[in-house]
């Protein structure tokens, strides 16, 4: 018989992501091992896990190595409410059948929320007036910002993310142009986007969004050319993966261009190096990688994984389970 066992990073994310309604839900299914085990546990005790063989499981997950696998013999399933699972799955663990599902797309939803209002913050320079009413104390008459009417917004990425971005930003009278080198133009006339060139979208978009996977081909993907190609007054927008960006072009030509500005969520280095000039330029801003799942929102990422153990107990296909080839396209 099935028995589970919860794995996240500690005991107060146990409580928002796996709440009271999520465990009973997946105890009605499933006879649960309800042990809290967080990786300065899993160091600590070197308690092996026989006939366990799935895992709820969230942050911190630790990596499914020969040491792990000694613990947990007999896994089978392991169910992630959180986003990318790169930091914990293995070789071996494809090797051994393990199968896993992901709440990337539950993660997407509030990571598409929180770059559409930084859109439009941008489209108005809110940053920027904000702080030059700040600093001045009073309204800069001179400024001319963009405005969300007929202006261009640029995705880079067209992946779950992109994809929820592109599907909210419709209604609004906005071109929205995009670089995928794997989307159809059937796809991108759904979503209501014209394809273009990577250095295209940089070119003509009033603000460029950033939301390619980190992959090997793509560090450093975006230059020095693309940041100096943006129209004046134009905002680079990064949610994604900070090693995307070459940063230190970028600093260069922000420091060069100060009618460019740039809101990064994301940086090469989290946080930034204490002497990094992201933290004095007047036109970046810096969020501390709080797009994803936060608070109450965690609580759909672990409602979601129990969509999916409900699946796979009525022997229905997963949604989002995640193939060893599929993570090779996937952050």
Same mark, same amino acid.
């Given at each position: 018989?099935?028995?589970?066992?919860?794995?996240?990073?500690?005991?107060?994310?146990? $409580?928002?992501?796996?709440?009271?309604?999520?465990?009973?839900?997946?105890?009605?299914?499933?006879?649960?091992?309800?042990?809290?085990?967080?990786?300065?546990?899993?160091?600590?005790?070197?308690?092996?896990?026989?006939? =366990? #063989?799935?895992?709820?499981?969230?942050?911190?997950?630790?990596?499914? #190595?020969?040491?792990?696998?000694?613990?947990?013999?007999?896994?089978?399933?392991?169910?992630?409410?959180?986003?990318?699972?790169?930091?914990? =799955?293995? $070789?071996?663990?494809?090797?051994?059948?393990?199968? %896993?599902?992901?709440?990337?797309?539950?993660?997407?939803?509030?990571?598409?929320? *929180?770059?559409?209002?930084?859109? !439009?913050?941008?489209?108005?320079?809110?940053? +920027?007036?904000?702080?030059?009413?700040?600093? &001045?104390? +009073?309204?800069?008459?001179?400024? @001319?910002?963009?405005?969300?009417?007929?202006?261009?917004?640029?995705?880079?990425?067209?992946?779950?993310?992109? @994809?929820? /971005?592109?599907?909210?930003?419709?209604?609004? #009278?906005?071109?929205?142009?995009?670089?995928?080198?794997?989307?159809?133009?059937? +796809?991108?006339?759904?979503?209501? =986007?014209?394809?273009?060139?990577?250095?295209?979208?940089?070119?003509?978009?009033?603000?460029?969004?950033?939301?390619?996977?980190?992959?090997?081909?793509?560090?450093?993907?975006?230059?020095?050319? &693309? !940041?100096?190609?943006?129209?004046?007054?134009?905002? *680079?927008?990064?949610?994604?993966?900070? @090693?995307?960006? #070459?940063?230190?072009?970028?600093?260069?030509? %922000?420091?060069?261009?100060?009618?460019?500005?740039?809101?990064?969520? /994301?940086?090469?280095?989290?946080?930034?190096?204490?002497?990094?000039?992201?933290?004095? %330029? $007047?036109?970046?801003?810096?969020?501390? &990688?709080?797009?994803?799942?936060?608070?109450?929102?965690?609580?759909?990422?672990?409602?979601?994984?129990?969509?999916?153990?409900?699946?796979?107990?009525?022997?229905?296909?997963?949604?989002?389970?995640?193939?060893?080839? +599929?993570?090779?396209?996937?952050?």
């Amino acid at each position: 018989m099935s028995q589970g066992i919860y794995v996240v990073i500690n005991q107060s994310f146990f $409580d928002d992501i796996y709440g009271p309604e999520e465990r009973a839900a997946i105890r009605r299914l499933v006879p649960m091992r309800e042990q809290l085990l967080t990786p300065g546990e899993y160091r600590a005790s070197g308690e092996r896990f026989p006939g =366990v #063989d799935l895992i709820f499981a969230s942050w911190g997950m630790m990596p499914m #190595d020969e040491t792990f696998f000694g613990r947990f013999p007999d896994l089978r399933w392991v169910f992630y409410a959180a986003g990318s699972i790169r930091p914990f =799955v293995t $070789d071996l663990a494809w090797k051994r059948g393990v199968r %896993l599902s992901s709440a990337f797309a539950a993660n997407a939803v509030p990571v598409s929320e *929180f770059t559409l209002a930084q859109i !439009f913050c941008a489209l108005k320079q809110t940053w +920027q007036q904000a702080r030059y009413l700040r600093q &001045h104390r +009073q309204y800069n008459y001179e400024a @001319r910002p963009a405005g969300a009417y007929r202006t261009t917004v640029g995705l880079v990425s067209l992946g779950m993310i992109g @994809r929820l /971005v592109a599907e909210r930003l419709k209604p609004f #009278d906005l071109r929205v142009v995009a670089y995928d080198p794997f989307a159809t133009p059937a +796809q991108a006339a759904e979503l209501g =986007v014209t394809l273009c060139p990577l250095e295209e979208v940089f070119a003509v978009a009033d603000v460029v969004s950033c939301h390619a996977p980190l992959l090997p081909q793509t560090e450093k993907m975006l230059g020095r050319p &693309h !940041f100096e190609s943006m129209k004046p007054g134009a905002t *680079f927008l990064n949610t994604s993966r900070g @090693r995307v960006v #070459d940063e230190a072009a970028l600093i260069e030509v %922000l420091k060069k261009r100060p009618d460019l500005f740039a809101i990064l969520d /994301v940086t090469a280095e989290e946080p930034p190096a204490r002497d990094s000039a992201l933290y004095t %330029l $007047d036109n970046v801003v810096l969020t501390p &990688h709080m797009a994803g799942s936060q608070g109450g929102e965690t609580r759909r990422l672990g409602a979601l994984m129990v969509e999916e153990f409900e699946r796979l107990r009525r022997g229905e296909p997963l949604r989002y389970e995640i193939t060893e080839g +599929q993570m090779a396209s996937m952050a």
